[in-house]
């Protein structure tokens, strides 16, 4: 167990520099990208080290899973910011806008009707990003790139949400550059400040092309099982 928390926290300074590294090569301010660590799948255990090593921004892709991991430890450590990175029901909206300070994968006119909703009734008011299903794929969350605008628009106006990002996941079979410059291109004109993308296989690419955020798990963790790729 000592052996896989140092590793894990070797892992974590790993990625830190290399973020560093990358936005210095970038001409970025390392300031401007936060790593969201994505703990899904991890254990209390596995976590504890990296909130030790002063990590605290953390990434869940599911709302269940980070119901019951999630408070307990910040208890310990209050200053734990959440995010949210998998898709949302509508029915887990309710708990998803208690635990969550930013949800990542707003995507659709009912998510956002819910969301506005719980928003009005507790006065809690999640930082809001835009998933974008970037390569238009049939099995991927996301809004189509066709219907971006027309979304972003409908949440600020219509539902009275801010949305301050965007998210998407490029194909597993693709590049990630030309789906990380469109996603900036819809951030620009959208007047959208915040992006985020890249994991641990492309986070270099993500910070060149304007990334502010980086969602990185398997480099720090290690591999997950393959059930958890599939639902990716
Ligand atoms: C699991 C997951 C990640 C992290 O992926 P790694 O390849 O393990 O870094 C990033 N984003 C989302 C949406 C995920 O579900």
Sequence with gaps: MQDDSSRIVANWHNVM????????????????????CVSKTCQAEAILPVLAAGQRLFGENR????????????????????????????????EAVELFDVIETLDRPKLAAAVAAEVTRTGRRPELFVQINTGAEDQKAGVLPEFADTFIAECRQIYELAVSGLMCIPPANQHASAHFAFLAQIARRNGIAKLSMGMSSDFELGIQLGATHVRIGSAIFGARAARDHAAL
């Excluded at 520099?17 to 969201?36: C, H, N, Q, S, T």
């Excluded at 208890?75 to 909206?93: A, S």
């Design 17 to 36: 520099k290399a973020i560093d590294r990358a936005a210095g090569d970038f001409e970025r301010d390392p300031g401007d990208v936060a790593l969201v």
């Design 63 to 94: 709302v269940q899973e980070a119901t019951s991991k999630w408070p307990a430890l910040r208890d310990q450590f209050p200053d734990i910011q959440l995010h949210l990175i998998g898709p949302l029901q509508t029915n887990k909206v309710r």
